[in-house]
């Protein structure tokens, strides 16, 4: 009781001046990336060698440029996979259900002077997987001393939100999905669900998507697998150009709504459109795969390839989108098995 009573209390100071709080974007300086192995405990076990083997090279290429927060079950077996030469990995051992860092990670917000790392619920994408052990993780994280000494964690447990269902640019919007949203908490939450985005990230506009999914997705339409954005006034997305493609007409119905959205100045976002990517299929069912799901860090951007001639498409679109950043494909095709991508098995943890 002292527990919930004490972070209360911080929730309360940190959301009394909702103007205080800034959601920082994910291109803004970062002092680490979370990221959580797969194990044979977890559903990647009927292909773990392949899966930890993916997992692995996105850790490389991330300790190339700056911390890397490792939560695992086994340090010693994920230090053999990194093999030597890594520099900058923490790691922290506890049980996990799963990988999926983007969703049971916290979430961190500037506020006060200070960073403060929400702690959301996580219930597995609305109960549909197992998720008690994944929702402890960012607590756990917080009293090892994964995020710093000037970090403070607030208990947000009452709400569930997903990492992969908001996307923030850093000056005051949050972009989403009302799929997601109404799938979590109810076909008359949407609006409520509005107005405490704004509260708890210090927004003054939701820019909420009601069209665009992918096949194979189990997040009800996460946006960080349709669209992103890149900077206050670019957003990439997913476009259908093939009629024929099931995703064709909610995609382009996704589009006109994206043409429809403002920047802060009220101006149009500059729109940069990512290939639909070639359809992917496992065990006879079509993945979502998507070349939105890539991850910004310092000096570079991940973005996942699925060796199709359009990777080298997408890698031109983001290089446009991030002209001073590196453009780094990672294949990430055995990720899609489990119906998620690279940026789905990452969390940045901003710099104040």
């Avoid at 077996?77 to 969703?103: H, K």
């Avoid at 640019?169 to 109810?186: E, F, K, N, P, Q």
């Amino acid at each position: 009781m002292l527990r919930g009573r004490y972070f209360f209390i911080i929730f309360a100071a940190v959301i009394s001046n909702k103007k205080n709080i800034r959601f920082p974007a994910e291109w803004e300086p970062q002092m680490a990336v979370q990221m959580t192995f797969p194990h044979a405990g977890t559903d990647w076990a009927p292909y773990l060698d392949e899966a930890s083997a993916c997992f692995a090279a996105i850790a490389r290429e991330i300790a190339k440029r700056e911390r890397l927060v490792i939560v695992c079950v086994d340090e010693a077996s994920v230090r053999r996979l990194l093999g030597s030469g890594i520099d900058y990995v923490s790691f922290y051992e506890m049980p996990t259900d799963d990988t999926w860092a983007r969703d049971h990670g916290g979430i961190t917000v500037f506020a006060g002077g200070k960073r403060i790392i929400y702690d959301f619920m996580f219930n597995g994408w609305g109960l549909k997987y197992p998720a008690g052990n994944d929702n402890l993780i960012t607590s756990r994280l917080a009293v090892a001393g994964a995020f710093g000494s000037d970090a403070q964690l607030v208990d947000m447990q009452h709400f569930v939100l997903e990492g992969g269902s908001v996307e923030s640019d850093g000056c005051g919007a949050v972009m989403t999905t009302s799929r997601c949203l109404l799938a979590r908490h109810g076909d008359d939450a949407c609006h409520d669900d509005e107005a405490r985005l704004k509260e708890y990230f210090g927004a003054d506009r939701v820019l909420c998507l009601h069209h665009g999914y992918l096949a194979g997705d189990d997040t009800d339409g996460h946006i960080d697998t349709l669209a992103r954005f890149c900077d206050a006034e670019t957003i990439a997305y997913v476009r259908c150009e093939d009629a024929d493609d099931e995703h064709f007409t909610e995609l382009k119905a996704m589009e006109e709504e994206l043409r429809i959205f403002r920047t802060a100045k009220g101006a149009p976002y500059r729109l940069l459109p990512l290939p639909m990517a070639d359809a992917v299929f496992y065990e006879g069912e079509r993945l979502p795969a998507t070349y939105a799901n890539f991850l910004i860090i310092n000096g570079a951007v991940l973005m996942p390839f699925y060796d199709s001639r359009k990777d080298a498409i997408a890698a031109e679109v983001l290089q446009q989108a991030f002209p001073d950043r590196e453009i780094v494909g990672v294949d990430c095709r055995v990720l899609l098995r489990q119906h998620g991508s690279l940026h789905c098995v990452t969390m940045q943890m901003p710099e104040y």
